[in-house]
């Protein structure tokens, strides 16, 4: 003999079983650093570094600690052999001076890493194709402990 469950359950379970799906797609598009940004809401800027380390497309562009935009793309300029990083702004900041400068800094410890912009005091503000060139590179762990062993290793020869 079989109980049959009434429709009034059948319906709460599939509610709750579609909530956590919608629920489990909007925490998907966040942890993959998706966003929905509109690119008519959004003005481009250049930047060019010399190392940009790990940073990756999509990327979080900070001003203050407030994200203000996403990396767009990253390519390499033939002329100068520089990473060439296309940042995407969002337009409600098209206040930012001209000579602010762009800096690749790591969330955390082991976090993935980013550009953080540093407003300077010009008059004349970012727009539509500028760039920015006032730019720090990423710090590459790696390059920091070669320098540091080589130099206790020159160190200790003495």
Known sequence: MTMRQSPAVELTVGVFVAAGLIALFILAIKVSNLSLIN??????????????????????????????GRIASIKIDPQTYEAEVIIRINSEYDYLPDDTSASIYTAGLLGEQYVALE??????????GSEITLTQSALVLEKLIGQFIYSKAAGDSK
């Not at 407003?119 to 539509?128: I, M, V």
């Open 39 to 68: 690119k008519e809401n959004t003005y481009s800027v250049t930047a060019k570094f010399q190392n940009i380390g790990t940073l990756k497309v999509r990327s979080a562009v900070t001003l203050s600690g407030v994200t203000v």
């Open 119 to 128: 407003p300077g005091g010009s008059d004349t503000y970012l727009k539509e």
